[in-house]
T-cell receptor, first 109, second 116 residues
């Protein structure tokens, strides 16, 4: 069964801390996406990865194809980073995204 | 603002009814995707259209149908509504130059459907 698992489900941290959210998947993929869902419900695409590492501002996404694992890192976290972060994958070119259950991140000032 | 618009923002209706959700993609985007987000099942892919043609299908119920029109806007029709259809319905769009899952998708604000 094609599955996407995220950990942790919930994460609370203090402003300034380094944050890591993990995503593991069961079989080979052609693409992995990281999404951010704001408290109001809106969804923003953060990264699309098929290999390696990408960086945008304080956000870094990495993927290890052999280990079937991706991480999303946030450096110098800020309360405005509080959101649900969702990992989504395309299993072997199925051309449809399968979503993880999301990680709820809360950054306290 | 992603450039993707969805109407209506909120919809309250009764079981057995039919509703139509509308999505306008970003200017120039040829692909449109529909997703359902419910409390118990999270985000699920429903269907993708590319330039008017169905390209990929997910867990879309037979009571649901969609289409993409020549002006590239899309509509998702939900019929014989059940309580369990209450959810957030998102539309997203992408350029369409590559496989949809290999492109950044831009999400609309969603339509919140409540079936009573």
């Amino acid at each position: 069964k094609n599955e996407v698992e995220q950990s942790p489900q919930n994460l609370t941290a203090q402003e300034g801390e380094f944050i890591t959210i993990n995503c593991s998947y069961s079989v080979g993929i052609s693409a992995l996406h990281w999404l951010q869902q704001h408290p109001g419900g809106g969804i923003v695409s953060l990264f699309m990865l098929s290999s390696g590492k990408k960086k945008h501002g304080r956000l870094i996404a990495t993927i290890n194809i052999q280990e079937k694992h991706s991480s999303l890192h946030i450096t110098a976290s800020h309360p405005r980073d509080s959101a649900v972060y969702i990992c989504a994958v395309d299993f072997q070119g199925a051309q449809k995204l399968v979503f993880g259950q999301g990680t709820r991140l809360t950054i306290n000032p | 603002d992603s450039g993707v618009t969805q109407t209506p923002k909120h919809l309250i209706t009764a079981t057995g009814q039919r509703v139509t959700l509308r999505c306008s993609p970003r200017s120039g985007d040829l692909s449109v995707y529909w997703y359902q987000q419910s409390l118990d099942q999270g985000l699920q892919f429903l269907i993708q259209y590319y330039n008017g043609e169905e390209r990929a299908k997910g867990n879309i119920l037979e009571r649901f149908s969609a289409q993409q029109f020549p002006d590239l806007h899309s509509e998702l029709n939900l019929s014989s509504l059940e309580l369990g259809d209450s959810a957030l319905y998102f539309c997203a769009s992408s350029e369409g130059r590559a496989s949809g899952t290999l492109e950044t998708q831009y999400f609309g604000p969603g339509t919140r459907l409540l079936v009573l």
